[in-house]
């Protein structure tokens, strides 16, 4: 009869964990189950920042898929990317999106002239307006209330970084559901 040297079971034990620790590895790195596509949710490109619409269709983030960072909406019900003319801008950074409840309205972070600026892009009529063109200090991280009025983001207006609300006026075409019923503003 031959005798088996305990070495060589721990021997092949380890070689058997080995294998299958790297075939899992392979299986859970793979790319296959992910839609690559210029008109998919996600590449192999970095995508991040991401925000919701109020009514949880819309999708906007920051990629990188055309080799500079831009901002993207993405329709999660039909699953495509939404056209955004006049949106990004060569050589400025869009950051920060945030949206109204349909989507409607999108805030975001940029720079003008090297300075950086707080923007509204309306998708109704495909433009963007800088909201603080004439503002001393310096801003970010901007968020719009769920109808598009206000326009919250920090600051340092005063020498450290606060929270400025702004409020775009009640002559402001509202981003609310038909048929949905308008509140009054707070007092």
Do not use: H
């Not at 800088?130 to 970010?140: A, K």
Request: aromatic fraction near 10%.
């Amino acid at each position: 009869m031959k005798k088996i040297i305990p070495g060589f079971w721990l021997q092949l034990q380890f070689r058997w964990s080995l294998c299958l620790s790297l075939i899992s590895l392979l299986v859970s790195c793979s790319y296959n189950e992910l839609p690559i596509g210029s008109n998919s949710l996600n590449t192999r490109n970095t995508e991040e920042q991401p925000t919701l619409s109020g009514n949880g269709r819309f999708l906007a983030f920051v990629s990188n898929r055309s080799s500079t960072q831009q901002l993207l909406l993405y329709d999660l019900e039909q699953q495509k990317l939404i056209p955004t003319p006049r949106l990004n801008r060569r050589n400025a950074i869009a950051e920060s999106p945030s949206l109204s409840y349909t989507g409607r309205y999108i805030v975001y972070s940029t720079t003008d002239r090297g300075r950086p600026v707080i923007a509204l892009y309306d998708r109704a009529v495909g433009q963007s307006q800088v909201l603080t063109q004439n503002y001393n200090g310096w801003v970010r991280n901007p968020s719009v209330s769920p109808d598009g009025r206000y326009v919250v983001f920090e600051t340092t207006i005063r020498g450290q970084w606060d929270i400025e609300v702004l409020d775009r006026g009640a002559n402001v075409e509202l981003d609310i559901p038909n048929g949905a019923p308008l509140s009054a503003p707070p007092q």
